[in-house]
C-alpha cells in the first residue's frame, strides 16, 4: 500500500473508531451527567479477573426474570389481594438488595427478562433501576437478554452495549473480535448470531497453585426473542453460530494429576429460553417444581448435543417459565430455573418470589487449594426469613472419575 493511500484508510479508521465513541455517548446520554451537575460520569470497574475466595468457595446469585418496569408506578402481578395495594417494582428491588446482603455473592448473573419493554418508555432508565442494587454493591455481574428486554427504547444490540457500559458490569456485547468469526472446514467464515454471546473466566484462589489459571468457565449466550417458523409463533432460541463459537471456545488446560484429575477446567452456562428437551423431564426426577409447559423453540439446533459433546458443561441456568423452579439432569448435565424473581413478572399468588445459588468448591490439596471439587445449589424465598429450600449437588469431581 503506498503511503497516500495508507494515510487515507488510517484516516478512515480513525473515523469509523470515532463514531463507534460516540455511539456509545449517546446511549449513556442519561447517565453521563450527575443529577444535572457537569461532571463526567465514569464507569465503575470490577475488580477481575474473578477468581475464588480464600476459603476456595466462589458463590453465584442468579437473578431471572426481574421484568422490571418503572418503578413505584408499576404493579406487581399475581400476588395475594392483601399485597397489591402496596406492592410494586420497589419489592424486586428490595428483594434483591436482601438477598444480595444475605448470600454476599462474588458474582451476580442475570439471566434475561431484566427488564419488561412493553412496560416501559426508557429502555435505559429502566436498566438503571433494575440493576441498581448489584451496581451499588460493587459485585461484579453479568446479564444476557430474555424476549421482552427489546420490546422498549433499545434494540438487542444497544441492551447490550448499554449494559457493558455500567457500573461494575462485565457483560459483553459478543466475543472480542478475533472471536466473532468463525471459519468452518469448508473455508466458510460465519457470524455469530445474537448479542450477549461471551465466556468469564474465574481464576484460583489467591496464593494458591491455580491463582494464576482458570480454573472455571461461565458461558453466557443469546437464546434470542420471538420467531416464526411454519406459521406457527416460537423462539429463535440458541443457534448453531453460536454452539460452532462454543465449541470453539480454546480453554485453559490443567495438568491432570491426583489433584486436578481433569484435562480442562468445568464450565456452567447461563442464558433466558430453555432448550427443547426440557420437557423430557416431566418424566423424570427433578428437585423443585414443575408448574406449568416448557415455552421453547419448536426447532432443535443441537445444544444439547453440543454441551455433552464439549464434556465440561457441568449446568446450565435459565429462566422464562416463571413458575418452574426445577433442576433435571439431561444426559450427565444438570439444567436449573432460576424461578420467577420479579414482582411485575407473572406469578403464582401465595408462591414466593425467588433466586437461585450456584457454589462451586475447590479441592483441598496437600498444601494449597487446587481446582474445583464440587459444584451445588440452593434456592432462597423472598418470604420473612428469606427461607433456605431444595439444595443439592451438581456435580462432584470424585463421583465423576
Partial sequence: MDPYTKHHQNRKNSL??????????????????????????????????????????????????????????????????????CCSDLNTTQFLERIIRAENPDFIAFTGDNIFGSSTPDAAESLSKAFGPAMESGIPWAAVLGNHDHESSMNREELMSFMSLMDYSVSQINPSFDGLTRTTKGGVTTKIDGFGNYNIKVYGAPGSTMANSSILNLFFLDSGGRAFYQGFRTYEGIRESQLNWLQGQKQDP????????????????????????????????????????????????????????????????????????????????????????????????????????????????????????????????????????????????????
Avoid at 55 to 73: E, P, S
Avoid at 291 to 298: G, L, Y
Avoid at 330 to 340: A, H, K, R
Wanted: aromatic share 12%.
Fill in 16 to 85: 469509523f473508531y470515532l463514531l463507534l465513541v460516540l455511539a456509545a455517548a449517546h446511549l449513556l446520554s442519561r447517565k453521563l451527567y450527575l443529577d444535572g451537575d457537569e461532571t463526567v460520569r465514569v464507569k465503575k470497574v470490577a475488580d477481575l479477573p474473578l477468581r475464588f475466595r480464600s476459603d476456595g468457595t466462589f458463590k453465584i446469585l442468579q437473578v431471572a426474570d426481574m421484568h422490571y418496569g418503572i418503578g413505584k408506578v408499576t404493579r406487581c402481578r399475581d400476588v395475594l389481594s392483601s399485597e397489591f395495594d
Fill in 254 to 401: 490443567l495438568n491432570p494429576s491426583e489433584d486436578i484429575p481433569l484435562s480442562k477446567p468445568p464450565a456452567l452456562a447461563f442464558f433466558h429460553i430453555p432448550i427443547p428437551e426440557i420437557p423430557q423431564l416431566w418424566y423424570k426426577k427433578i428437585v423443585g417444581q414443575f408448574q406449568e409447559a416448557v415455552a421453547c423453540p419448536r426447532v432443535n439446533s443441537g445444544a444439547l448435543k453440543t454441551f455433552v459433546s464439549m464434556g465440561d458443561v457441568k449446568a446450565v441456568f435459565m429462566g422464562h417459565d416463571h413458575t418452574n423452579d426445577f433442576c433435571g439432569n439431561l444426559d450427565g448435565i444438570w439444567f436449573c430455573y432460576g424461578g420467577g424473581f420479579g414482582y411485575h413478572a407473572y406469578g403464582k399468588p401465595g408462591w414466593p418470589r425467588r433466586a437461585r445459588i450456584i457454589m462451586a468448591e475447590l479441592k483441598k490439596g496437600k498444601n494449597s487449594w487446587m481446582g474445583v471439587e464440587r459444584i451445588k445449589t440452593w434456592k432462597r424465598l423472598d418470604d420473612k426469613k428469606l427461607s433456605k429450600i431444595d439444595e443439592q449437588i451438581l456435580w462432584d469431581q470424585r463421583l465423576s472419575r
